[in-house]
Nanobody, 122 residues
Framework: QVQVVESGGGLVQAGGSLRLSCAAS????????MGWYRQAPGKQRELVAS???????NYADSVQGRFTISRDNGKNTVYLQMNSLKPEDTAVYYC????????????????WGQGTQVTVSS
């Protein structure tokens, strides 16, 4: 019923920039929050940044000041602008839509995207 699709990953040199996009589609009434997680090989998935539907953003310490999350509620889309990229930012980046309601009183659910690879070369 709800699909979450990321785009914008790729290969970039250290110090470069990338912009990730994530769009949720389907029968959607509201989405409480949207966020970006990442998972590097051999490591656990970790929160990178999240943003509520009122615009409150939260960042991991490791990306504070380098990454910026933004959201277009009308398009159910979230963006992650990544600047000053480092090799340690290399990971698969996943988008998560939290508190998704298809109807005003339907129970909230969460949906993951399929992930997009970000590789930062040194």
């Amino acid at each position: 019923q709800v699909q979450v699709v990321e785009s914008g990953g790729g290969l970039v040199q250290a110090g470069g920039s990338l912009r990730l996009s994530c769009a949720a589609s389907g029968i959607i009434f509201t989405i409480s929050a949207m966020g970006w997680y990442r998972q590097a090989p051999g490591k656990q998935r970790e929160l990178v940044a999240s943003i509520t539907n009122t615009g409150t953003a939260n960042y991991a310490d490791s990306v504070q000041g380098r990454f910026t999350i933004s959201r277009d509620n009308g398009k159910n889309t979230v963006y992650l602008q990544m600047n000053s990229l480092k090799p340690e930012d290399t990971a698969v980046y996943y988008c998560y839509a939290d508190g998704v309601r298809s109807l005003p009183y339907s129970p909230p659910r969460g949906y993951w995207g399929q992930g997009t690879q970000v590789t930062v070369s040194s």
